[in-house]
């Protein structure tokens, strides 16, 4: 099991590509099935999470060809509608190719869905939107059998605004006929990547980044070039990283606009953050002032997935700060590992309330998951002395070669 051995305390300088959205490629990737046309996808992340959606794709019979971070893929002759249920497991976002499946079939069957064990993750929402479009969803020993053979384009209301179910039912209503109308559906800017896809290939969507997307069915979608956006996470875990270590960082490909939430939360007299031209520019003295509350929210509020990094972030921050995550039910498992680098930090249920040191010192960490493993990385980074941070499988699902980024902004850190 591979580690990261960190010695911590240098300021970041330098240049940090921003890598392509993992979040947007995997439903993008599940779309491609869609059509039986080629389909060029650019800025592809090298992502273990990417490789695991690529093999299910290939066991359904989609033909991939990989070329640095392009990937031409086509869905000439679909050999299965089953999702393997080992592979299933490894991957929570192969339930969007339910929709996809559907879209093209009209049949598919899914095992329930694996991922990061950061709760119990339902997907109880995708189904009632399937279902109101039609779908008749049979549940059987860990498996979905949908029948789409009467779907048809409806108003669909979800109950939360969950991404996967709202891009699950942007997928299977594409190619369905009449309209179809989710209401309450995500507003992340993922969604909007989908769409962009979906609309590339000539599929007629409108709304995303709205919670009222509009799907008008057609019957045959097209091959197309798409480039993934950049990935927001990652931007924000670059800024954090710079001002828990301090330096100056210049961030190429990101649009602050889309991690505005932490920006109002860190403290602009010790952290700049200014976009021009294009790129990002963070100009960061450690140790700033905590801000009192950090709430998780569907975007455009503070997202769940830079709550860990943002822990990390105001341990070493003045004051106080109350964490509430009130997206997933189990996400505070890299506290007890900060706390071994001496982080002060009390959770009670979905609240973790975090009291800033002076410093932290480098300890034997185990990731438990893929951002509470990026928190622990940004710790070790701060933190006096050595850090090894275990299991660090968790973090290559949504970040692409992170240490050679860090290194090349003068971080001391190496993979054993
Ligand atoms: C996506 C992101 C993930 C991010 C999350 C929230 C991808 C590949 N992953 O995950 O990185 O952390 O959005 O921003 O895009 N829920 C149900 N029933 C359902 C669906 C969801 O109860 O059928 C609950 C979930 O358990 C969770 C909450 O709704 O508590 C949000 O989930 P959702 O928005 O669906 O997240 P994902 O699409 O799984």
């Known amino acids: 099991m591979s580690k990261y ?21 995997l439903p993008i990737f599940a779309a491609c099935v869609l059509t039986d046309e080629e389909i060029r996808i650019s800025n592809v992340p090298d992502l273990a999470d990417v490789v695991s959606m690529e093999n299910i794709l290939k066991e359904l019979g989609v033909t991939i060809k990989k070329n640095g971070r392009e990937r031409i893929l086509q869905a000439k002759d679909m050999i299965s509608d089953e999702i393997p249920s080992e592979l299933a497991k490894e991957l929570r976002s192969s339930v969007f190719l339910l929709g996809s499946v559907l879209g093209r079939m009209k049949k598919a069957t899914v095992a329930y869905p694996g991922g990061c064990d950061i709760g119990l993750r339902p997907i109880d929402i995708h189904i009632k939107g399937l ?14 059998y949908c029948d789409g053979s ?15 179910a709202t891009e699950n039912v942007m997928l299977a209503a594409v190619l369905s006929t009449g309209e179809t109308v989710i209401c309450n559906a995500a507003r992340e ?32 979608l097209h091959g197309c070039d798409f480039t993934v956006m950049p990935d927001r996470i990652c931007m924000g875990t670059w800024v954090l990283a710079t001002a828990l270590c301090g330096g100056e960082t210049v961030l190429k490909g ?43 929210q569907p975007y455009p509020g503070f997202p769940t997935d830079l709550q860990a990094q943002f822990c990390a972030y105001a341990a070493l921050s003045r004051g106080t700060c109350v964490v509430t995550e009130t997206i997933f039910e189990n996400r505070f498992r890299h506290v007890p590992e900060l706390q071994k680098m001496g982080a002060d930090i009390t959770v009670e249920g979905r609240v973790a309330v975090i009291r800033g040191m002076p410093y932290l010192t480098g300890a034997e960490v185990t990731a438990r998951d893929l951002r509470g493993g990026a928190a622990l990385m940004l710790a070790g980074l701060a933190a006096q002395g050595k850090t090894v941070v275990c299991d660090i499988k968790h973090i290559d699902r949504g970040y692409e070669h992170p240490e050679e980024t860090l290194k090349n902004v003068g971080a001391k850190i190496i993979r054993v």
Do not use: W
Request: overall charge neutral; hydrophobic content about 35%; proline content about 2%.
């Open 131 to 144: 279902r109101d479009m039609n779908v008749v969803v049979e549940e059987k020993s860990g498996y979905l």
């Open 5 to 25: 051995i960190i010695e911590g305390g240098n300021r970041l300088e330098g240049i940090i590509e921003v890598q392509g959205a993992k979040n947007a490629v």
């Open 254 to 296: 990101g649009r602050k606009s889309e991690i505005h939430s932490l920006c109002c939360k860190l403290d602009k007299s010790s952290c700049h953050i200014k976009e021009e031209n294009g790129i990002i520019v963070i100009k960061a003295e450690q140790g700033g002032r905590n801000p009192e509350r950090v709430t998780t």
């Open 150 to 164: 009467k779907m048809i384009g409806q108003e669909v209301c979800l109950d939360y605004p969950s991404v996967g």
């Open 189 to 220: 800017p993922e969604i909007i990547d989908l769409q962009r896809f979906l609309t590339a290939m000539g599929a007629k969507v409108r709304g995303a980044g709205t919670s009222r997307i509009f799907i008008e069915g057609v019957a045959k």
